[in-house]
C-alpha cells in the first residue's frame, strides 16, 4: 500500500506501509504490546498513545480508514489511564486543527532511523494543546477543569502552557 501524489511520471510517495504478507506477525507484535495499556499509569498513557499512533498508523493495516481507526484507538488508550469522570477534550479535533503539522511530523518519525523523539515532541504537544482548548473553553464558560496531567508534567511544561492548564 501507497500513499502518493501528483502527475503521472512526477508522482511523489508520501508513505509506502510494510509488505502485506508481514502484517499478521506486526499486528499480533502490536496488540500484545498495546495490552498492558489497559495498565498504564496516567504518567506514560501519554507515550504509549503516542507510540501506538505511530506504530499502527505505520502498519496501515486497512485498506481505508488507517487515521480513524488509529484516532479512536489513541483515544481509547488515553480514556483508560483517564482519571476524570467526564473526559471533554478531543485530541481529533486538535489533529484536524494542526493537519499539516501532523503529516509533516509523521512522515519524519515514518521515514528516519527508528527515533521517535520528534514525533512524540509533536504528539504530547498536541495533546496539550487539545487539554488547553478545553480549559479555555471550560474557563470561558466558568467552569472549573481538573488538570489530566500529572504533576511533574505540569511542572515540565508550565513555561509552555497557558495558566489555566498549568496552575
Known amino acids: 500500500m501507497r500513499v502518493v501524489s501528483g ?15 508481514a ?36 502498519l496501515h493495516p486497512f485498506d481505508d480508514g488507517n487515521g480513524r481507526v488509529t484516532r479512536a484507538l489513541t483515544d481509547l488508550v488515553l480514556a483508560r489511564a483517564d482519571v476524570t469522570p467526564t473526559r471533554l477534550w478531543s485530541l481529533s479535533a486538535q489533529i484536524e486543527q494542526e493537519r499539516a503539522q501532523y503529516y509533516a511530523a509523521l512522515q519524519s518519525a515514518q521515514r528516519g532511523a527508528g527515533d521517535v523523539t520528534d514525533w512524540l515532541v509533536w504528539f504530547l504537544g498536541c495533546v496539550a494543546r487539545a487539554l488547553c482548548a478545553d480549559a479555555c473553553a471550560a474557563a ?22 497557558p495558566t489555566a492548564v498549568a496552575a
Do not use: C, I, K, N
Open 7 to 21: 502527475a503521472w511520471g512526477r508522482s511523489v510517495v508520501h508513505f509506502e506501509a510494510p509488505p502485506s504478507d
Open 140 to 161: 470561558l464558560q466558568g467552569t472549573p477543569t481538573p488538570s489530566l496531567l500529572p504533576e511533574h508534567l505540569r511542572t515540565d511544561l508550565r513555561t509552555d502552557l
Open 23 to 58: 502484517l499478521p506477525e506486526q499486528m499480533s507484535r502490536f496488540l500484545a504490546w498495546l495490552e498492558p495499556a489497559r495498565d498504564a499509569s496516567s504518567e506514560d498513557a501519554f507515550v504509549r498513545a503516542g507510540l501506538a499512533h505511530l506504530r499502527l498508523v505505520t
